[in-house]
């Protein structure tokens, strides 16, 4: 049986470029870049490569861009950072998040908050994701150390309008006298969209290597120039004393050959995904009871991924029955098998949380995984039903 791949919004797989720029770092080149000699040197410029090739991708200067070991721990240095100085000004911390954020964001704003005694305010969003600038700045006051948007939600793709989010929030921390940092969760947009954080202008950011084909265990968190935050991990001066820990040199060079293969090639890939998702859309819509979820202008949704739901059958009996069929897809934001829940983000929207598929494709991508689909899709939702009748 011939297998077709359409998670890439889980994880994508590595991009040859990525994988051939690592392997001289498995092999030869595996000295700490930290170090004087010269071997170390060496290491160092291949570091320093990668993350001038990683900060062209998201529109920030090098020294903005801190490496990770993926977009959660991103996420939780970020957080930590932001309530961290909050806590030095004296201040019980507030924060501001939307309702349709990644559990690593949310998650651990929930922990942060909880173990200083501050709080949180989650906004909620309308029935195609967005959440409005305008209820965002509405919740702003005095004590509010972070504001949390995401650029484009990882389940429906909704791209949320965070460059008006961030002016109407230093609007109304102006009138109230507030300092929040602004926090974008860009994981699911970098590689898929045009980004330019620096235009946005967010004090941090997540990005996420296995996103877009780059290694997994690499990620970044972008920090405004001139903002100091504490670090999350602790026990080195790495990454300018803002990541302890000895930096994955092949992971964050594969990271930065990924970064400069998707910059070059950003315009065609997503024209190609726009029209595989495009065509996965009309096949499943074209079973009855079957809805595309999501923001309906194109222009406002990511171009690799179609969330939809399906009337009258659960999630899990139709990944299983697409499993069988040959095709690869998702359902909810759970992160293992393990873990099958309502999807919170369709909750958050109204929508059916208990039966979504989502299918994305990436830059291995066919047009033969996108005509699979359909057919298999079809099968699958009547076979369940008529079982269930």
């Known amino acids: 049986m011939t297998r077709h791949y359409l998670d890439h919004a889980s994880t994508s797989p590595l991009r040859p470029a990525a994988l051939e720029a ?22 160092r410029v291949a570091l320093e490569v990668a993350r001038e090739q990683v900060a062209a ?49 949310l998650d651990s704003i929930e922990r942060a908050v909880a173990r200083c005694g501050g709080t949180v305010t989650v906004i909620g969003c309308g029935p195609d994701g967005t959440v409005t600038p305008a209820d965002v700045a509405a919740a702003v006051r005095a004590e509010t150390a972070l504001v949390a948007v995401q650029l484009a939600n990882h389940e429906v793709g909704t791209i949320q309008p965070v460059g008006e989010t961030v ?28 980004v330019d954080l620096g235009a946005l202008g967010v004090d941090l950011a997540v990005v996420s290597a296995h996103k877009f084909g780059g290694p997994k265990g690499a990620g970044a968190m972008f920090v405004r120039r001139g903002l100091r935050v504490e670090p999350l991990l602790l026990g080195g001066a790495q990454e300018r004393a803002r990541r302890g820990g000895l930096e994955d040199l092949p992971a964050m060079v594969g990271f930065g050959a990924a970064a400069a293969e998707v910059a070059d090639r950003l315009a065609d890939e997503t024209g190609m995904h726009r029209t595989l998702t495009d065509g996965i859309t009309a096949a499943a819509t074209a079973v009855p009871g079957v809805v595309r979820v999501g923001p309906g202008d194109p222009a406002r949704r990511l171009p690799h991924l179609v969330c939809l739901t399906v009337e009258g059958v659960e999630a899990e009996p139709i990944l299983l029955a697409l499993d069988q069929r040959g095709i690869a897809v998702h359902s909810g ?23 979504s ?12 995984d996108a005509a ?16 269930r009748a």
């Open 22 to 43: 690592m392997l001289p770092f498995l092999t030869e080149h595996q000295a700490d870049p930290g170090r004087l000699h010269a071997e170390g040197r060496a290491t």
């Open 57 to 105: 991708l998201v529109g920030a200067r090098p020294r903005e861009v801190v490496f990770t070991s993926g977009g959660t721990e991103a996420a939780n240095a970020a957080v930590h950072g932001a309530i961290a100085r909050a806590l030095e000004r004296g201040a019980a911390p507030h924060v501001v998040v939307g309702a349709v954020e990644h559990s690593c964001v």
């Open 167 to 194: 002016a109407a929030v230093r609007d109304a921390a102006g009138a109230v006298g507030a300092e929040p940092l602004v926090l974008t969760d860009a994981a699911s947009a970098v590689g898929h969209l045009p």
């Open 333 to 355: 934001s759970a992160c293992s098998s393990e873990v099958l829940e309502p999807s919170p983000v369709l909750e958050a929207m109204g929508a059916d949380a208990q039966r």
């Open 357 to 368: 598929v989502r299918a994305s494709v990436g830059w291995s991508s066919t047009a033969a």
């Open 372 to 387: 699979a689909f359909g057919p298999a899709f079809a099968d699958a939702v009547t076979t369940l039903r008529a079982l």
